[in-house]
């Protein structure tokens, strides 16, 4: 992976050259390495600047230039929807911000090379009034399934009919699974959400403190549950360096009282280690050995652990991988997994009745069928 470290940084702006020439198997193992981590825009910005001897085979740069282009013009989308989407909420005094990937991708050297996945969007007043609002504005589908609502802090709409998912918060963010740090968490979110800036792209944007903040126990949470790849941490780079040294001081002053501390020390060394990231940037001393914990996942599992996970799992394959996974990550944080293997067990217990009667360990294929 140091080929593709060292692209990385290239094309990042982090580094001013690569120099090395690469044959036709490593061009296409970093190529295959952009896929997974979601950064083949982001890569093809610094392929497109390299010598035309340290180019890759013509076959795979056509290929890479049509997939870049088509990330761009979803970038174009996306931007025009987070607009849209703001100026809807406004127009029914709502306040909104856009949290995560475009807040973020304006912030890269090139603002149309991150690779977009979705929208989410805060939006003011709550849960029940914000359901009551998107429903009033013909945003919710007449079939949603059972359970739609049950989410702890967004709604997840399906793809319009421009192919974009939207997530809208009523909270902001999913937080922790322990409600002592959770609760501490939600109330310096709140706090620092009254300050929101209106970017020239046309929507709001939280303030430093708070996207520096939860997107930490966004990391984390992902880290522990399912995985997390390079993008997401390349936008901790990117709200790192663009933070001011008040931020980072207020966040790195709540890490011990969120128990995050542990993770974010891993992040840092990975942050140094890829990103060459200055200690002067950091929220704290990094631990390589967490660090290479953390970094070892990063690169087996992929954007979000996807690249990792079985191919169209039996129930008993995915219930084995998922409490596989969380005996894993005990160790790492046992005071935010404990709370989460007993409010699994809890509610495993609680349907048990449902799954012996429809004879399935799955309550998800049940509800796959019931919906169709």
Same mark, same amino acid.
């Not at 049509?66 to 761009?72: M, V, Y």
């Not at 949290?99 to 149309?112: E, I, M, V």
């Given at each position: ?22 044959? =036709? ?11 997974? /981590?979601?950064?083949?825009? #982001? ?7 390299? &010598? ?10 056509? /290929? ?5 282009? &088509?990330?761009?013009?979803?970038? %174009? ?26 807040? @973020?991708?304006?912030?890269?050297? =090139? ?11 805060? #939006? ?5 009034? #914000? ?10 589908? %007449? ?6 609502? @049950? ?8 793809? @319009? ?21 959770? @609760?501490?968490?939600?109330? $310096? ?19 430093? &403190? ?21 993008? /997401?941490?390349?936008?901790?780079? *990117? ?9 980072? +001081? $207020? #966040? ?10 542990? *993770? ?8 140094? %280690? ?18 290479? &914990?953390?970094? +070892? ?12 996970? !079985? ?32 409010? $699994?067990?809890?509610? *495993?217990? %609680? ?8 004879? !399935? ?7 796959? =069928?019931?919906?169709?």
């Amino acid at each position: 992976m140091e080929h593709f470290f060292s692209l990385l940084r290239f094309s990042l702006s982090i580094t001013d050259s690569f120099d090395e020439k690469l044959s =036709d198997k490593e061009w296409l193992e970093i190529f295959k390495a952009a896929h997974s /981590q979601a950064l083949v825009g #982001v890569i093809f910005c610094g392929v497109q600047k390299l &010598k035309k001897e340290l180019a890759p085979p013509f076959t795979l740069m056509m /290929q890479w230039a049509a997939e870049a282009e &088509k990330i761009h013009g979803l970038n %174009k989308l996306f931007y025009a929807e987070s607009q849209r989407l703001t100026d809807l909420f406004t127009a029914n005094g709502r306040k909104s911000v856009i949290l995560k990937g475009q807040a @973020n991708s304006r912030l890269y050297p =090139d603002k149309f090379c991150r690779q977009p996945g979705d929208i989410d969007i805060y #939006v003011e007043g709550g849960k029940e009034s #914000v359901i009551y609002l998107i429903d009033k504005l013909g945003m919710l589908p %007449k079939d949603l399934p059972e359970g739609a609502f @049950n989410a702890y802090h967004h709604v997840h709409l399906p793809e @319009n009919e421009k192919g974009v998912s939207v997530e809208v918060h009523f909270r902001p963010s999913s937080g922790f699974y322990n409600s002592i740090y959770n @609760n501490r968490l939600q109330n $310096y979110l709140d706090e620092n959400l009254k300050d929101i800036i209106f970017t020239e792209e046309g929507f709001n944007v939280p303030d430093m &403190k708070f996207a520096l903040l939860m997107q930490l126990a966004h990391l984390q949470r992902h880290f522990l549950m399912e995985g997390v790849g390079l993008r /997401q941490v390349t936008d901790y780079y *990117f709200l790192l360096k663009k933070a001011s040294k008040e931020d980072r +001081e $207020y #966040v790195s002053g709540l890490l011990s009282k969120l128990n995050i501390k542990r *993770f974010t020390k891993a992040l840092m060394w990975i942050l140094n %280690k890829i990103f060459l990231l200055e200690k002067d940037f950091m929220l704290c001393e990094m631990s390589e050995k967490q660090g290479k &914990k953390v970094m +070892e996942e990063i690169i087996v599992g992929g954007n979000f652990g996807w690249w990792s996970k !079985t191919p169209n799992p039996t129930a008993w394959r995915r219930f084995y991988e998922r409490r596989r996974r969380s005996w894993k990550m005990f160790t790492f944080n046992p005071l935010e997994m404990w709370p989460h293997e007993m409010g $699994y067990w809890k509610c *495993f217990f %609680k349907n048990m009745p449902k799954r012996i009667r429809y004879r !399935t360990l799955s309550l998800e294929t049940i509800k796959k =069928d019931e919906n169709h």
